[in-house]
């Protein structure tokens, strides 16, 4: 299990409840972002610069992660594909994304975004203050407890190596 945090825009509050997540339960996390994000250092963590070039910062967070990590973003394009690899995903306010919310969200963000572009000012909330950073900080504490009781899985195909049986090919089905 691995912690990915999109850092660009992850408030220091967050970063630092992460920081200290890591190193307490000893579970490498990754902070990717675009520039240096000042005090991210740690026995378990990784500060990973990513390219400059748009969206440089998301892919690397996608490569990289696996079914059973647990990543930290307000990217909702970027939560999307993470869900879709079975990622457990939250904001930086505790929000978590699942398969089953995941397009609401989308279809929220895209509409508001929409609206942006036609000159309608949308409000946005600023504040990130003691509440909401309590908030992330339950949330992320019951997401890491409940993706360090599930049993890491192994790929496809493992477990029957391992018991020494190869791994049979799908059976074709014809119709007749």
Request: aromatic share 6%; hydrophobic share 45%.
């Given at each position: 299990?691995?912690?990915?945090?999109?850092?660009?825009?992850?408030?220091?509050?967050?970063?630092r409840v992460i920081?200290?997540?890591?190193?307490?339960?000893?579970?490498?996390?990754?902070?990717?972002?675009?520039?240096?994000?000042?005090?991210?250092?740690?026995?378990?963590?990784?500060?990973?610069?990513?390219?400059?070039?748009?969206?440089?910062?998301?892919?690397?967070?996608?490569?990289?992660?696996?079914?059973?990590?647990?990543?930290?973003?307000?990217?909702?394009?970027?939560?999307?594909?993470?869900?879709?690899?079975?990622?457990?995903?939250?904001?930086?306010?505790?929000?978590?994304?699942?398969?089953?919310?995941?397009?609401?969200?989308?279809?929220?963000?895209?509409?508001?975004?929409?609206?942006?572009?036609?000159?309608?000012?949308?409000?946005?909330?600023?504040?990130?203050?003691?509440?909401?950073?309590?908030q992330f900080a339950?949330?992320?504490?019951?997401?890491?407890?409940?993706?360090?009781?599930?049993?890491?899985?192994?790929?496809?195909?493992?477990?029957?190596?391992?018991?020494?049986?190869?791994?049979?090919?799908?059976?074709?089905?014809?119709?007749?």
């Amino acid at each position: 299990m691995k912690i990915l945090v999109d850092a660009d825009s992850c408030p220091a509050g967050a970063r630092r409840v992460i920081l200290k997540a890591a190193e307490k339960r000893r579970i490498k996390a990754v902070f990717a972002a675009n520039r240096p994000i000042p005090d991210i250092k740690g026995d378990f963590v990784v500060m990973a610069l990513c390219s400059p070039k748009s969206g440089a910062a998301d892919d690397y967070i996608v490569e990289l992660a696996e079914a059973g990590d647990l990543a930290i973003t307000r990217d909702v394009p970027l939560a999307l594909r993470l869900t879709e690899k079975t990622v457990a995903v939250i904001d930086d306010r505790g929000r978590v994304f699942t398969r089953d919310n995941i397009r609401s969200y989308l279809s929220i963000r895209n509409f508001q975004v929409d609206l942006a572009m036609n000159g309608v000012d949308i409000v946005r909330t600023a504040n990130y203050g003691k509440k909401e950073l309590k908030q992330f900080a339950d949330s992320f504490d019951k997401q890491l407890t409940k993706a360090a009781r599930q049993p890491a899985s192994p790929p496809a195909g493992l477990k029957a190596l391992r018991a020494g049986v190869p791994e049979a090919a799908p059976t074709p089905r014809f119709r007749v």
